[in-house]
């Protein structure tokens, strides 16, 4: 069994992929306040804000519960509108040597198709692979989506 994982999905969004990037790759402080019964701080450790190298650490919930990730903004492709973040401390470090989220907001006529890819390595072979949190990304992009378009 291999501790290697990638999780991948694209979801239509309605709001437009420069506005949908723009949040990830400039302004993810504010997906806290899109999302706040997911996402209850962002902070900026060191860098600015929209910079590759930039740390960030995210307070979120899922299930109910309290996680911590510090990410550090790996890459930001403004020709494809995608963001690299890099898991480099926090609770998922705690069941995976690696972790890493990559959002790539991709023109489809008037609506945006959002792609989330989640790659991994698990500790261990009785991790469970990261359903829930690839699950509550995609809904903080439709969360992103509604607030965009309102």
Known sequence: MSLVGKLSAEILIVAPHHEHHGV?????????????????????HE?????????????YVIDGKDHVAKEVVES???ENKAVTFKVIEGDLLKE???????VQSIPKGEAT??????????????IPHPFKVFEFVIHLSEELDDHLVA
């Open 24 to 44: 990830w790759s400039g302004r993810p402080h504010h997906i806290s306040n899109v999302s706040p019964g997911k996402i209850k701080k962002v902070h900026l």
């Open 76 to 78: 930001i492709d403004e």
């Open 47 to 59: 860098g600015d804000w929209g910079s590759v190298g930039s740390v960030i650490e995210w307070h």
């Open 96 to 102: 995976y040597k690696s972790f890493k989220a990559i």
């Open 113 to 126: 198709w959002v792609r989330w890819t989640i790659e991994y390595e698990k500790l261990n072979k009785d």
